[in-house]
């Protein structure tokens, strides 16, 4: 009888564990067939997957035996969270898995954007050296929106401090901030120096939420 069903890719150390312990099914592709899904998860008492596998309360009705659906990384949009409940199913989330790989993959695509990196290296690989024509722009005393001030959203802001860049935050619902860099002293980062520093607003239409 299988213990933990995987349907999707997710490996690594986390896995390897699970299956020194379990039986564990791993069948990535199998998401991608419904009927064959619900036949592979008869039976077994976790669920684990991304962002592909339909956890609808035809697939969970199917498993009477599930106790818990683990979603390996963020967001539940693809499990009925509600019919979990009513059936006694845990589901569970890894929110900060990627959060400080998006983060520095943000960094990257704007710096990428602001020095033009990609179309200058297409026009290299021509043969051309245009240096003017991709000079763009530096990052410093530039004003950066962020919609969501959520876990990556902070991390992103906490990542502009050292290049002076203001920070704009909006979050429905709650407060409204800028935050701008504090000069950072000779001395390194000790205590708050080379801190941000956050300005709170009043919210008004539109307004979103602090990055302090």
Not at 53 to 72: H, I, Y
Request: one cysteine or more.
């Amino acid at each position: 009888m299988t213990d933990i069903l995987i349907s999707e890719n997710i490996q690594g150390a986390a896995v390897d564990a699970l299956s020194s312990r379990f039986n564990v099914l791993f069948t990535p592709d199998v998401w991608k067939t419904p009927a064959l899904l619900a036949e592979k998860a008869k039976g077994c008492r976790a669920l684990i997957v991304r962002n592909e596998t339909q956890v609808n309360a035809a697939l969970m009705s199917a498993a009477p035996e599930l106790l818990v659906v683990g979603r390996a990384g963020v967001g539940l949009d693809n499990v009925d969270v509600k019919f979990a409940e009513q059936a006694g199913i845990v589901v569970t989330s890894t929110p900060d898995q990627n959060a400080i790989s998006v983060a520095e993959l943000t960094m990257g695509l704007m710096l990428s954007l602001a020095r033009f990196i990609p179309a200058a290296d297409r026009d290299t690989e021509k043969g051309n050296w245009n240096r003017k024509k991709f000079t763009g722009m530096e990052l410093y005393g530039k004003t950066l929106g962020i919609l969501g001030a959520g876990k990556i959203g902070y991390l992103t802001a906490r990542r502009q401090v050292p290049w002076r860049v203001v920070r704009q935050s909006y979050m429905a619902g709650r407060r409204s901030g800028v935050c701008k860099a504090r000069p950072q002293s000779a001395g390194g980062m000790a205590g708050n120096q080379g801190r941000g520093e956050c300005v709170e607003r009043e919210p008004g239409p539109g307004s979103g939420a602090s990055l302090a």
